[in-house]
């Protein structure tokens, strides 16, 4: 074999290996793993709380914010990136615009991650416990994310007995009296949008799951062991649940739970005065 064919064969092999190393570079890049979620406000005066409730609660789950792959997240709110912001669009946009949608959104969940964190305040003197999940863009388009205020569209479900396929809420909407504030945010590739939800103590270690409604889209995460108080099942009088559902008379708007079923056990009482 000649030497010209020799260094030919050596440089053809040399490139291909680079280009299989830069190949192997940019799967690394794209590949989403769990950030790291510090708090570097001065609250070590602040109460942690872990909630164990005795009914089925309403709730906001607070949105943190849009960030890269490889980003990790203040709970700051003066250290978040607020770049992303030029990437919300109107909710009327949003219905008006077909290239726009959320299939390919992957859900994460990481319930073993403890973040005390109360979206009311700046400065919290109770901060309640919550676990992150996370919207995953690893597509090459872009996705929408849609949100309200700031707070997403997401509930916790439950089995209801151990290992059981029982499906229960154990959380519903918060009221909310304003149809404004509705708002949309681009995903672009190699970005996450992440937000939390709330941790509960109790009695009971069974199945747990995170529903989200986005639009016409409800996403349904994988399941994952946690805990929670056997009365979260429970829809008691009176509460914004119990008078939703008294209101059409057991029938259970798929709004108020985003497509899942609560424990409609209770009794219906009629209001009466005297």
Known sequence: MSQIMTKWIYVTLLMILCLSCESAKDRQISLFTFPKITDSRDIDYAERVTLSPDQLESVF???????????????????????YQDDIISEYIIEGDDSLHVNGLELYVDYE???????EYAYDSVLWEHY????????????????????????????KQKDSWDWRAIECSGFDFCGNGGWGLIIHPGEYAAMLMRKYEGTLKTDLRVRFQMGN??????KFRGTINPNQFKVREPSYPHLVMMDGQR???????????????FQIRSVTTE
């Open 251 to 265: 029938e259970v708007p798929d709004w108020l739970f985003y497509g899942a079923k609560p424990d409609t056990s």
């Open 217 to 222: 889209s409800t996403f349904v995460s994988k």
């Open 113 to 119: 991650t403890e973040v005390y964190f109360n979206r």
């Open 132 to 159: 992150p999940v996370y919207f995953v863009n690893s597509t090459a388009t872009d996705k929408i994310f849609i949100a309200k205020d700031g707070y997403v569209f997401g509930i916790q479900e439950a089995a």
């Open 61 to 83: 789950p607070p949105f943190l914010g849009k960030f890269k792959f490889g980003e990790d997240i203040d709970l700051n709110r003066a250290r978040r990136p607020i770049s």
